[in-house]
Structure formats: C-alpha cells, structure tokens
C-alpha cells in the first residue's frame, strides 16, 4: 500500500523512512512499541503529556494504582520512552508524544469502523 500523499510529512523530518532500515533499528522500534504495549503505561504516558508528572498525579490522572505506575515509568524508562528530572517524569521526546496520540487515533478509527 502506497502512503498517502497527505501523510507524507509525518516522514519529512526523516526521509530515510521511506527505505528500509537497518535491521537494529526495526528490533528498537519493536522493543519500544512492546514496552508500551499495555493499558496502564498508556494511559501513564497520556498523563505525563497532558502534564501530570509526578507519580502520585500520573496515577491519578490516569486511574492506575501508585505502586503499578512507579513500575510501569521504571520500564519506560529504561525503554527510553520517558526520562525523570528530580521527582517528576516526562515524555523522552516529540516521538513518544505523536506515537501515543497516532495510537489512540488508530483505536478511535477502528472502533468507529465498526
């Protein structure tokens, strides 16, 4: 399937996407994506976006018990997805933000195909 013309500036900062990678880059990618894969971390990395970025906010924001999302930040983390400065937690960068919303938008769009 061609990509949409329309959709092609989500690859004009990196062109080089529109080729195939190095092998690395793709078990990366795949690491990350696993990492985030589930409902709490989700929904931990919605909170930080919107700026809840302590844990105790996060966790309330986002209806995830402290303990789970103590752990579930850990992980992202060390995934690289989100980094702690003093006591709070922020999105690593700009990509953990547009993959998030690109993933809540899929969801939405799948559900209303319905």
Do not use: C
């Amino acid at each position: 399937m061609a990509i949409p013309e329309w959709e092609l500036n989500l690859f004009g900062a990196e062109p080089e996407l529109l080729r195939p990678l190095e092998h690395n880059r793709y078990l990366r990618a795949a690491q990350a994506l696993a990492t985030s894969s589930t409902p709490s971390r989700l929904k931990l990395l919605h909170a930080l976006i919107v700026g809840e970025r302590t844990v105790i906010r996060a966790a309330m924001w986002a209806d995830v018990p402290q303990t789970l999302a103590r752990a579930d930040l850990a992980a992202l983390e060390r995934a690289g997805m989100v980094r702690r400065v003093g006591e709070e937690w922020e999105p690593s960068d700009g990509h953990v933000i547009v993959l998030l919303h690109l993933a809540l938008a899929h969801a939405h769009l799948a559900l209303a195909a319905k």
